[in-house]
């Protein structure tokens, strides 16, 4: 038996959260965010989060199929930031409660200086 959807869109929230894996917000952080923001003449700054929420973003996303698509190869595309705490922050951003992850790095014969 199909799933009957909810709404025109074409993925629901869960299934455009699967794919949105480059979706930056305060819910969620994507594997991009690892290196900074770094400007020209400036002081390092981090990226802030684009979106309040996870179903914030979804709102403001625009699927393949829907009007307003860009085309080509991407599934979405985002519009309409709200960036809750700003564009940029002087540290990088976690999730409340999350332990900070320890970069250990160590020195390698070929490969020079390699994260572990």
């Given at each position: 038996?199909?799933?009957?959807?909810?709404?025109?869109?074409?993925?629901?929230?869960?299934?455009?959260?699967?794919?949105?894996?480059?979706?930056?917000?305060?819910?969620?952080?994507?594997a991009?965010?690892?290196t900074?923001?770094?400007?020209?003449?400036?002081?390092?700054?981090?990226?802030?989060?684009?979106?309040?929420?996870?179903?914030?973003?979804?709102?403001?996303?625009?699927?393949?199929?829907e009007?307003?698509?860009?085309?080509g190869?991407?599934?979405?595309?985002?519009?309409?930031?709200?960036?809750p705490?700003?564009?940029?922050?002087?540290k990088?951003?976690?999730?409340?409660?999350?332990?900070?992850?320890?970069?250990?790095?160590?020195?390698?014969?070929?490969?020079?200086?390699?994260?572990?």
């Open positions: 038996m199909p799933r009957v959807r909810l709404s025109d869109r074409p993925y629901t929230f869960e299934e455009a959260c699967k794919i949105g894996i480059g979706r930056f917000t305060l819910e969620y952080i994507p991009w965010y690892a900074s923001a770094r400007r020209r003449g400036e002081v390092e700054k981090y990226f802030a989060p684009q979106f309040k929420s996870d179903r914030e973003w979804y709102d403001n996303t625009v699927f393949r199929g009007p307003g698509h860009y085309g190869d991407r599934n979405y595309h985002s519009i309409n930031f709200t960036f705490l700003g564009t940029y922050l002087d990088p951003y976690q999730l409340p409660g999350a332990k900070r992850e320890r970069i250990r790095l160590i020195d390698t014969p070929k490969k020079g200086r390699v994260r572990l």
